[in-house]
């Protein structure tokens, strides 16, 4: 029986006057790839930052593997097993590659600030492990032999693995992927597509994911769910998104669905 | 030709400002008397003003170089013609303006008329030498020499400076360097633990025999430079790893001070505490110090956090000095007769108490760095560098905030108790705001977070300026003006914190687990 | 990133919050103990006293709140603390002081009075002149301020603007020292505005004295913060200027130029701190190089005592913090000497306890 790694009830984020994520219901199971999707300003962030606990949600909440984290500092959710990326890089620019993956790993260690200034046996010992765990991962997101380099000085592709490495270094059992695709070409796109899938296939990791290319989530999401102005509007299969009719309607405005249906018809008239 | 007419104004205009600035604050009189003992040309019982028309030509003639070669530096169309026409343009209109204002404080001087309410540096014989000696033709002597000396500077610069053979000469000699550098033999040495070794013990050698020889006021002097370098040190660990900018670090010097002395001094307290008790309970006291400090204020953003730590900072003194609490701290007239250090028996003299300061400047470079690489020093970066994704990473940011605090505190409090008890005394005025400048500057311009900048730092900030005692008046002037400059030229410092090379590292310990050199997918 | 515009960085620790919350009821107990004890119990000061504390307060509170306008329309754009600021009202306290000197010298004989000199017989003109001399100078001080310190470095991170304004400092004050001499200054008044002359106004037994320069001032005041009101709200490049406080790429792409709009905002608030400098002269009297530390700080803690970026709040915050100044003291019992203490004390207690100022922060997006 596959166990539930991720549950949200009627999780609700209001700021202010806003409500931005407005009573959403998820479930992930173990071992899944699932997906957000939504037009701009849909709230898939907003609802990434509550689940990550950047944000304490007004209503509602998040369930770990059953236990409730919502509220809890971020810190402390790292070292239960959640990391994420962001969309926007955010790697800690002034320290190299390796450095950064080191620091992922930092609630696995437990070197003190008296064992860095005394040095002895155990620490050195796990700092050289944490060192060659770092360059086996540095290896697995494909970026060896780069790992004395400023994370700033990286190309932009590097960057984004970088950032999943560090995500990595940390063990986690739930992997969050914001907008992990933006910006790369096609071909970069595909690799981090297989990538994201043998995350889930090699390391058995569960990867909650939001994503605006569609090829990326139609291709690897065993679920997707669409909000739409803080609502879930839809939920399901890839197949089953592709032919919702309030999603399309989301992204493209209303009186698309009846338009797509008549370029729907047209094909398989013209065919 | 526009552009270098623009330059020329424009630079012209700069440096006519700076030569009038140096002739109201007495600047060029000081710098040409320097000059005098340079040139042997200066009477040594003659008044300061009296200085020498060439020294202070000279002076102008190199202002007005620097003047034409800046403004000749024409991106787009680097000809000769525009380079020494905006040279020219900047020296002249330099001369305009310094001419004007010759003339006018010349003016004044022939009507008798002293400034000297208004403008206390100009007195009669300052404008007289400003005169090049009461020369009636000075505005046009200043207007002449400024242009051509800003031709002379375009033409240097256009010649020299920017010419084809020097850069080719420079990327020469930069790329042999570079072959230097990396050949085999020249590698080892540098890696090589026995050489690194060597140059410790000579290190340690100097350190050890020139105080015995260069006389108390330099062992003085290195002593504070040595205090200072302590301080930078902990100040260091707070701003330059965990970012968080503390503009009041000097509570803490004054702590450490303060407890030293409250235990030691024979009044208001007569405790006599022993010297190390001492030491240690001014270390502890500091540390505790920044925990208290930090648990209100963990949660404020940057600018906050620096102003009230400055506040922090101001607090402190004026408690110290207040009325309040005079039968506590012995107010303005502060704790004297503190306790010299003992070793068996014998009083410290200033030699031994400088090799003190070098013992624990040592220890703590030695502490310092292995915080600084370790995964403490990782986490710190990681903070500055951005908290939030530090936080989200499972660093405990709260916990490591409130450890540099305490750390960087307890670096103080040891400077401030050695600082009061070589003085045998310690007061308010020991604990202003500008000692928390001083350290952050030589934080800052010797490079946030670098050790090796520290050092440099204090040495730049607290020594030079030891050697250039004659321009001690300017010394903030230039404080500021160098805070300024660096951080709009070279913000990351003097020597910049590097970060270790783990992967050839590891590489060259286990050659045969490590993937192939450049084997890139990205 | 979202989570940017929550200003308060969430403190892991619940303790901590439940701390600073025993310790803020504990202090504003404590305060009001002994507010009670030297009101009531210890005798305090007659009701003429008072009034005379309130009127002193007001005074200096509307030059705060002039500088503190300043900081908080730099902080607004720019999200750095122009910690020259006070330097740029300290040279305006010059520029005022020069040009009374240069008018106490003009002579100006009349009939009845062969050595009159120009103050005296056109006393109002020449003020009205100092004024404008006094904002033009710390205007353009200001203009050049942020040319060569601020502008290099917009995109730079947090920490570098705020060395380069603390360097900016120093090398004003010193620059300033170095030119002037150390020695204090005096502004010499005319005579119709001779410093401790006003109009009594009897309170009680007595009668309280409201000083012609003390009226001056605060009426100045006024005038200049209602003008910067109607600047900011009526006009074309007041709306420029909330732009780009707002979102700067925004205002860029809708045709403003940044630049120019940032420039003008350290004209006006130059000339604010101008202004604040010579009403300093002619009220205070003495001022050297070193009159903008103190007063700069001040008015930096009533622009976050007020709310950062919010320009009412400013205003607010230098008439609080002028009262709270010169009432407090006294209503607390304790010595003049830290009245000083007192300003610094309000403002770490504001920053711990509520950092985002009685009215409200108005801040915008992290800075681009």
Redesign the interface.
Known sequence: MTETVIQTHKLSKIFGGLTAVDKVDLTVPEQAIASIIGPNGAGK??FF?CV?????PEEGDVLFYGKPIQGN???????MGI??T???I?L?????A??NI???K??R?K???W???L?NRRYIQE?EDA??E??HW??FV???????Q?ALN??Y??QR?LEIA?ALA?EPKLLLLDEPTAGMNSQETA?MTAFIKSLRDDLGITILLIEHDMKVVMGISDQITVLDYGTKIAEGKPKEIQANQRVIEAYLGPGAAALSKKFQRKKSHDA | MRTSIKNGIRLGAIVGVVILFFHLTGFSVVASSMLGSLLANVDKGAAMEEIPALNLAVILALMGMIAGGSASKNKQNDKWSNSLVSGAVAGAFAGLLTGIFIFVIGFANFKEIDLRNYLPEIGPDVIDSLLFGGNAAAPYLYLALLTVSGITGAALSKGVIRADWRKKAQADSVQSFKTLTQKPGVQKLFGNKIAMYGFLALAALLLYFLPTQWGSYWNYIMGTVGIYILLGLGLNIIVGLSGQLVLGYVAFFAIGAYTFGLFTAPEPHAIGMNFWLAILFAILAAAATGVLLGLPILSLRGDYLAIVTLGFGEIIRILIKSDMLTDFTNGPSGLSDLTQPKWLGQTFNDVNFFHLIVIFVAIAIFIAGRLQYSRTGRAWLAISADQTVAKATGINTYKYKLLALALGAAFAGLGGALFASRNQFTGPEDHILMVSINVLCLVIVGGMGSIPGVVVGSFVLKGVPELLRDLESYRLLAFGALLVVMMVMRPEGLWPIGRPAMEAAYNQKHPKDSPPEGEVQS | MDEQKTKREQSSLNVGKLVRWIAGILLLALIGWRIYQTAFIEGGYGPDTWMRFIIAGLVIGGMYSLIAIGYTLVYGILFMINFAHGEVMMLGAFGGYFMFELFAFIKAPTASDPNMNFLNAYPLLSVLISFIVGAVVSAVAGLLLERIAYRPLRKAPRLVPLISAIGASIFLQNAAQLLFGPQRRQYINPDILWRGTGWSIPVGDTTVLLTYTGTLSLVLSALLMIGLAYVVNKTKLGRSMRAVAENKQAAALMGIDVDDVIGKTFVISGVLAGSAGVMWGIHNGLFNHYVGFLPGIKAFTAAVMGGIGNIPGAMMGGMLLGLLESVGPAALGLDFQLKDVIAFTILVLVLIFRPSGLLGEALSEEKV
Not at chain 1, 92 to 96: A, H, K, L, Y
Not at chain 1, 142 to 148: I, K, N, S, V
Request: proline share 3%; net charge negative; glycine share 10%.
């Open positions: 962030t907003t930052n990550s606990g950047f944000y304490t500092a971020t810190d402390k959710i790292c070292s990391s994420r962001y969309q926007n955010r800690f620019s002034q320290m190299t390796i450095e080191i620091v992922g930092h609630p260690l070197g003190t600030w064992e860095a200034i040095h700092e060192v060659k770092a360059l540095l290896d494909g970026l060896a032999g780069l790992g004395d400023l990286l190309p592709g590097a693995k560090r940390s690799e």
